[in-house]
C-alpha cells in the first residue's frame, strides 16, 4: 500500500481558493489512480473527484464541485492535487486523499490506501 499525507488546509472566505496536496511514498505512485473525497460534520464521506492512473488523462468530478475544482497529478513529485476555487461554505468539511489501483472510480470503498485528512473551512 502507498501512503499518504494531505496539506494545504485552512480557511478561506467565499469566494476564495485553495490548493491541496496529497503527497505519496513509494515509487509506484504511477500505478495508482487517485481521488479525493471530503466528510462534513453528521454526514457520510462522500466523493470529490478522480484521477487515472500513470498520465491523469481521465478526470472526473461530483456535480457539485464540477466547475470549480480541479484534480491533477504530478508523477515527479508523487503528489496529486487539488485546486479549489469560487468556494462555498457548503465545502467546508475534512479532505481526504485516496489511492487504490487499477481504475479509477467514485465509490470510496474502493481505494485501500487513505491519507488523515485536511480541515477546509469557508466562511460566508
Known amino acids: 500500500q502507498v501512503q499518504l499525507v494531505e496539506s494545504g488546509g485552512g480557511l478561506v472566505q467565499a469566494g476564495g481558493s485553495l490548493r491541496l496536496s496529497c503527497a505519496a511514498s513509494?515509487?509506484?505512485?504511477?500505478?495508482?489512480?487517485m481521488g479525493w473525497f471530503r466528510q462534513a460534520p453528521g454526514l457520510e464521506r462522500e466523493f470529490v473527484a478522480a484521477?487515472?492512473?500513470?498520465?491523469?488523462?481521465?478526470?472526473f468530478y461530483a456535480d457539485s464541485v464540477k466547475g470549480r475544482f480541479t484534480i491533477s497529478r504530478d508523477n515527479a513529485k508523487n503528489t496529486v492535487y487539488l485546486q479549489m476555487n469560487s468556494l462555498k461554505p457548503e465545502d467546508t468539511a475534512v479532505y481526504y486523499c485516496?489511492?487504490?489501483?487499477?481504475?479509477?472510480?467514485?465509490?470510496?470503498?474502493?481505494?485501500?490506501?487513505w491519507g488523515q485528512g485536511t480541515q477546509v473551512t469557508v466562511s460566508s
Open positions: 485516496a489511492a487504490k489501483s487499477g481504475v479509477a472510480t467514485r465509490n470510496l470503498g474502493d481505494y485501500g490506501s
Open positions: 484521477i487515472s492512473w500513470f498520465s491523469g488523462t481521465t478526470t
Open positions: 513509494g515509487r509506484t505512485f504511477s500505478s495508482y489512480a
